[in-house]
Structure formats: C-alpha cells, structure tokens
Nanobody, 119 residues
Framework: QVQLVESGGGLVQPGGSLRLSCATSRSIFSTYVMGWYRQAPGKQRELVAAITSAGSTNLADSVKGRFTISRDNAKNTVYLQMNSLKPEDTAVYYC?????????????WGQGTQVTVSS
C-alpha cells in the first residue's frame, strides 16, 4: 500500500513562511512525479507545484517567486517551501505522486494538511 505522509501545515500570518514535507517509499519517490495540490473551500483542487525524479520543476503562476518545491533523494521526501504567504493561499494542501505508464495513469494522495494564512 502506497503511503504519502505529510507534515508542516499550520496557522501563519500574512507575509510569513511555512514548509510542507511529504515522505514516501523509495520505489514511489524514484519513479513518480511528486507534486503538491491545494483545495480551498468551495473551489476545485489545483496544482501548486511538481517536481520530476530528474529535478525538473513546475510552479503555478499564482505562487511563482514565493514557493519553491524541492526533493531530498536520501530521505525520499519532497518539500514545499512557502514564503510571503497570502490569505488566498489558505487551503488544504495535498501531496501527490503521479505516473503515466503506457497510457495508464497512477495517482496517490496524502491525507492533506491545513494551511491557514490569517492575522
């Protein structure tokens, strides 16, 4: 059974920073694209950032210049460093592992961690 274990959410003031972590197994971490999604109340889940096993990254326009995604291959962990947080960043953040093999798509999700940006 695939597990994605998240940590690092919480309450922060506008302009503050948080770092989210997501740990998984080596077999998943080394072959899947790892990403972070978020879902705010009443809104659809959206991609925030993703990183391939080779280290290529993709960030949503709304977080470019403020968020950074990175990976530690020794710890099988992906991080989302969030700086200059805004109230509109408030959401449940989900870690995702994604892979497409011969037209079959595999997606695994973490349990979600709440990020609240408020004064």
């Amino acid at each position: 059974q695939v597990q994605l274990v998240e940590s690092g959410g919480g309450l922060v003031q506008p302009g503050g920073s948080l770092r989210l972590s997501c740990a998984t197994s080596r077999s998943i971490f080394s072959t899947y694209v790892m990403g972070w999604y978020r879902q705010a109340p009443g809104k659809q889940r959206e991609l925030v950032a993703a990183i391939t096993s080779a280290g290529s990254t993709n960030l949503a326009d709304s977080v470019k210049g403020r968020f950074t995604i990175s990976r530690d291959n020794a710890k099988n962990t992906v991080y989302l460093q969030m700086n200059s947080l805004k109230p509109e960043d408030t959401a449940v953040y989900y870690c995702n592992a994604h892979r497409t093999i011969i037209m079959q798509t595999f997606d695994y999700w973490g349990q979600g961690t709440q990020v609240t940006v408020s004064s």
